[in-house]
C-alpha cells in the first residue's frame, strides 16, 4: 500500500490501517472481544472519563520518562503485553516486537501461545524479555514452560489468571476461525484482497503455537483456534497451584489478570511480586469493569507492598499518564503494538512507541510534570 509513517498520527490511524492491509479474518482476531464486546468499549470510555489537572508556572524543560521495575530501569513507561498467534497479524511480530524492546529499552512479554520460542526470543532480547503462561489442565506443561524460560534466563514470569474457560469471541466464531485456514470462498476471497499479507505468509509459512508444539496431541493443529485454545487452559487456578509456580520460579513474579482488590490480596499472600490489572483486553469478562476502573481499589489495597501495573485500554501517551497518575508503576498494551506491525510490517512497532511517548512527554510537561514518579492525585481533576 504504500503507507507512510508521516500519515499515521495516532493509534487509532495505525488500527485503520491494519485493518486495510490484512485479512479481516487476522484483524477481527486481534481486534475482537468477548461477546458484545461492552467490555472492550468499556475500557476505551474509562481512560476517556479521567480528566487531568493543568498545571502551568513551573519549569519543566527537563523530562523524563524513565522508570525502574524489578531492578531494571527501562527508557519507556509502556511495554510490550502478551500477543497469542502475534505472527498471524504479520509474519515476524513476535521477534520484530522483541528486537525493539531491546534496541528501546522497554520489556517485551512473549506469549506461552505466541508463535515463536521461548528460546528465540530470549536470544533476540536477552534483557528485556519476559514470559508469559497459562495452566492447562496438564499442569506438567506450565511447570516445563517455566522450566524453558528459567533456562533461557527470562527476566520475568507473569501467569495470566483471568483465563478459567475461554471466552465466547462472536468475532472468531462468524469468520469460523481455524489453523490451518479451513478455505472457505470468503476466506480466500478475503486473503486474496490482501496481497502483501498473502505473499509474507505464504514466505514464512502458517503460524503454529510455536511453545506449545513439543506437548499438543496429534491433530490439534487442523482444530479451531478456540478448541487448541480451550486445550491449554484450567478452571482449577486454585492457589496451591500458584504457590508451586512461585517456587519454581527464582525472579520476579507477576499475576495478571487482576481486577479485584480481594484477588490482589491473595496475590500478594501468595508471594507475587507484581500484578498487572488487565481484564484480557476486553476479551475475557464480557461485563466486566474498564482497568482504569478497576485500578484505584487495587493500589488501595496493595499498592504500598506489590508492583501494580496495568494494561488494557491503553491508546495513547495520555491514557498512561492517567494510569500513573491512578496509582500504576508500569503499564503495557498489546494492540498497541501489533496494529502498528499489521500497518507497517516489522518496522511498525517502534513507531507506536514513538507516538506513545511523544504524547506521553506533551502531557506530562501541559500537567506540570517531569517525570513518571511524580505522577499521583494530585494530577487528577476529575473522574466522570
Known amino acids: 500500500m504504500g503507507l507512510k509513517r508521516n500519515s499515521l498520527h495516532t493509534i487509532d490511524d495505525l488500527r485503520g490501517a491494519a485493518r486495510r492491509r490484512i485479512p479481516r479474518l487476522a484483524f477481527d482476531y486481534l481486534d475482537g472481544g468477548a461477546g458484545n464486546e461492552e467490555n472492550l468499549r468499556r475500557n476505551r470510555k474509562g481512560f476517556e472519563a479521567v480528566t487531568l489537572r493543568p498545571e502551568y508556572l513551573r519549569d519543566v524543560s527537563d523530562r523524563s520518562q524513565k522508570v525502574t521495575l524489578f531492578g531494571h530501569t527501562y527508557d519507556a513507561p509502556i511495554g510490550v503485553s502478551p500477543v497469542g498467534l502475534a505472527n498471524f497479524i504479520w509474519p515476524g511480530t513476535d521477534g520484530a516486537l522483541a528486537a525493539m524492546a531491546a534496541r528501546r529499552n522497554i520489556p517485551y512479554i512473549l506469549s506461552s501461545v505466541g508463535t515463536t520460542t521461548i528460546e528465540t526470543i530470549a536470544d533476540i532480547a536477552p534483557d528485556h524479555a519476559w514470559f508469559q503462561v497459562l495452566l492447562p489442565d496438564r499442569h506438567e506443561i506450565c ?41 472457505e470462498p470468503g476466506v480466500l476471497w478475503g486473503i486474496a484482497a490482501r496481497p502483501a499479507w498473502a505473499l509474507a505468509t505464504l514466505r514464512a509459512g502458517t503460524p503454529k503455537f510455536a ?20 486445550s491449554q487452559v484450567s478452571a482449577n487456578v486454585g492457589e496451591d497451584v500458584i504457590k508451586r509456580m512461585r517456587d519454581a520460579w527464582p525472579g520476579p513474579f ?56 496495568l494494561d488494557s485500554g491503553i491508546r495513547s501517551g495520555g491514557d498512561i499518564v492517567k494510569a500513573y497518575a491512578l496509582g500504576a508503576r508500569f503499564t503495557f498494551s498489546g494492540r498497541c503494538f501489533v496494529y502498528a506491525t499489521g500497518a507497517l ?20 510537561a501541559q500537567i506540570g510534570a517531569t517525570g513518571m514518579e511524580e505522577l499521583g492525585a494530585d494530577n487528577i481533576w476529575a473522574i466522570d
Open 345 to 364: 510490517g516489522p518496522a511498525g512497532g517502534e513507531h507506536a512507541l514513538n507516538l506513545l511517548t511523544d504524547e506521553a512527554d506533551r502531557t506530562l
Open 211 to 230: 511453545n506449545l508444539l513439543p506437548y499438543l496431541e496429534p491433530g490439534t493443529g487442523t482444530r479451531s483456534l478456540g478448541a487448541a485454545q480451550a
Open 254 to 309: 507477576v499475576l495478571k489478570g487482576v481486577l479485584s482488590a480481594r484477588t490482589a490480596e491473595a496475590a500478594r499472600r501468595l508471594g507475587a511480586d507484581g500484578i498487572i490489572v488487565s481484564n484480557h483486553g476486553g476479551r475475557q469478562v464480557e461485563s466486566g469493569p474498564s482497568t482504569i476502573e478497576a485500578l484505584p481499589e487495587i493500589v488501595s489495597a496493595v499498592g504500598g507492598d506489590m508492583t501494580v501495573m
Open 143 to 183: 511447570f516445563d514452560l517455566i522450566r524453558r524460560a528459567r533456562e533461557a534466563e527470562m527476566k520475568v514470569l507473569v501467569m495470566t489468571v483471568d483465563i478459567p474457560v475461554p471466552s465466547k469471541r462472536l468475532r472468531d466464531l462468524r469468520n469460523n476461525f481455524m489453523l490451518p485456514f479451513k478455505l
